[in-house]
T-cell receptor, first 114, second 111 residues
Framework: EAGVVQSPRYKIIEKKQPVAFWCNPI?????LYWYLQNLGQGPELLIR????????DSQLPKDRFSAERLKGVDSTLKIQPAELGDSAVYLC????????????FGQGTRLTVV | GENVEQHPSTLSVQEGDSAVIKCTYS??????FPWYKQELGKRPQLIID?????GEKKDQRIAVTLNKTAKHFSLHITETQPEDSAVYFC??????????FGAGTRLTVKP
């Protein structure tokens, strides 16, 4: 069984440019998370989906970040425009259902904004 | 929302010694407490988890203890090996709430 797949693995963009990340969760997993991880820090939640519904987006900077999960499967996270401080690893994770089941992480997308 | 604190931030032990990492959580409703290991440049992977109806769980050299009254839980690694060197994260959550992570502990096992 394939794990959580994210693309791209690496992205370098100039500030003020848009960028998008894609995540394909494990088949059958209803819960999907986007986390941001700075170097040497723990994952910080950006948004959580249950199926296609965003049940917690309180940590998502909505002035520049947006996310969607079409048909409750794949998800995209977008930043427009990117700022230097957005440089980080963006992790997608999925779990069977709810916050109290094992979350499986993707490899992450390392974003560098120059 | 849930707030998870983790200590220490770095830990260095000699091979064969034990390592203990501690976490506290704020939401008394939290009932699921996983521990993840992240090697350099890799994704976090679950190594052990515990639910609030259990006080202790063990898997070979790894054990986790939970004190619901004090709202803290700990990871214990015995007979440490160089391959245990990594960053370890604790987390806490409920079914309806997000999984929140601690800041991580960088464990170094010296051969």
């Amino acid at each position: 069984e394939a794990g959580v797949v994210q693309s791209p693995r690496y992205k370098i963009i100039e500030k003020k440019q848009p960028v998008a990340f894609w995540c394909n969760p494990i088949s059958g997993h209803n819960t999907l998370y986007w986390y941001l991880q700075n170097l040497g820090q723990g994952p910080e939640l950006l948004i959580r989906y249950e199926n296609e519904e965003a049940v917690d987006d309180s940590q998502l900077p909505k002035d520049r970040f947006s996310a969607e999960r079409l048909k409750g499967v794949d998800s995209t996270l977008k930043i427009q425009p990117a700022e230097l401080g957005d440089s980080a690893v963006y992790l997608c994770a999925s779990s069977l259902e709810g916050g109290d089941t094992e979350a499986f992480f993707g490899q992450g997308t390392r974003l560098t904004v120059v | 929302g849930e707030n998870v604190e983790q200590h220490p931030s770095t830990l260095s032990v000699q091979e064969g010694d034990s390592a203990v990492i501690k976490c506290t959580y704020s939401d008394s409703a939290s009932n699921y407490f996983p521990w993840y290991k992240q090697e350099l440049g890799k994704r976090p992977q679950l190594i052990i988890d515990i639910r609030s109806n259990v006080g202790e769980k063990k898997d070979q050299r790894i054990a986790v203890t939970l004190n619901k009254t004090a709202k803290h839980f700990s990871l214990h690694i015995t007979e440490t090996q160089p391959e245990d060197s990594a960053v370890y994260f604790c987390a806490a959550s409920t079914h309806n709430n997000d999984m929140r992570f601690g800041a991580g502990t960088r464990l170094t096992v010296k051969p």
